[in-house]
């Protein structure tokens, strides 16, 4: 979407390997966050962020961390990557209550796949 | 802690029908409410959201929604659709004035629009 890009966007990984999810703004927006989505379960928060080096848990964080070294990037990583990790990851940033057009913007998403 | 419920998973509808898509949530506190509509292979896009004012609330692509309080229901319309509407429909609810501006989504809805 514009604004937000993801990569990779397509991943395979061995369980126990190491992966980084990478989401880029140009948006200049404070919020970031990362989703998973399953099916049945829409979309679950993973960890979000509210500033550079200001992140959060949200529901599903174990085995997830995040990083926000820069306003414009957020990165996730699967520490040591697990099938029931298996999914698709999606970014997204927001402003502020106030800002016009307020609302998320999502990237086009990352479907990893952990065998 | 807030949560939605999308009471229907796949709604199939002929084409230049109506159809209706509903969401409940829970929350002790004031909420924003948001329909997101899902492509194949594709992010979430934002169809409409309410934030304050008029409890009805009017989209992109002829989508409408009404907010009503006293049920807890944020129910998303079109009275006819057309085949290229044929998407997931996700509803999604976020704590008024809550730090973080997180949000929490409903499970989805397939909409499947028949010829």
């Known amino acids: 979407d514009a604004g937000i890009t993801q990569s990779p966007r397509h991943k395979v990984t061995e369980t126990g390997t190491p992966v980084t999810l990478r989401c880029h703004q140009t948006e200049n927006h404070r919020y970031m966050y990362w989703y998973r989505q399953d099916p049945g379960h829409g979309l679950r928060l993973i960890h979000y962020s509210y500033g550079v080096k200001d992140t959060d848990k949200g529901e599903v964080s174990d085995g997830y961390s995040v990083s926000r070294s820069k306003t414009e990037d957020f990165l996730l990583t699967l520490e040591s990557a697990t099938s029931s990790q298996t999914s698709v990851y999606f970014c997204?940033?927001?402003?502020?209550?106030?800002?016009?057009?307020?609302?998320?913007?999502f990237g086009s998403g990352t479907r990893l796949t952990v065998v | 802690a807030q949560s939605v419920t999308q009471l229907d998973s796949q709604v199939p509808v002929f084409e230049e029908a109506p159809v209706e898509l509903r969401c409940n949530y829970s929350?002790?506190?004031?909420?924003?409410l948001f329909w997101y509509v899902q492509y194949p292979n594709q992010g979430l896009q934002l169809l409409l959201k309410y934030l304050s004012g008029s409890t009805l609330v009017k989209g992109i692509n002829g989508f409408e929604a009404e907010f009503n309080k006293s049920q807890t229901s944020f129910h998303l319309r079109k009275p006819s659709v057309h085949i290229s509407d044929t998407a997931e429909y996700f509803c999604?609810?976020?704590?008024?004035?809550?730090?973080?501006?997180?949000?929490?989504f409903g499970g989805g809805t397939r909409v499947l629009v028949k010829p």
């Open positions: 929350s002790s506190v004031s909420v924003y």
């Open positions: 999604a609810v976020s704590e008024a004035k809550a730090a973080g501006n997180k949000l929490t």
């Open positions: 997204a940033i927001s402003g502020d209550v106030g800002h016009r057009g307020y609302g998320y913007t």
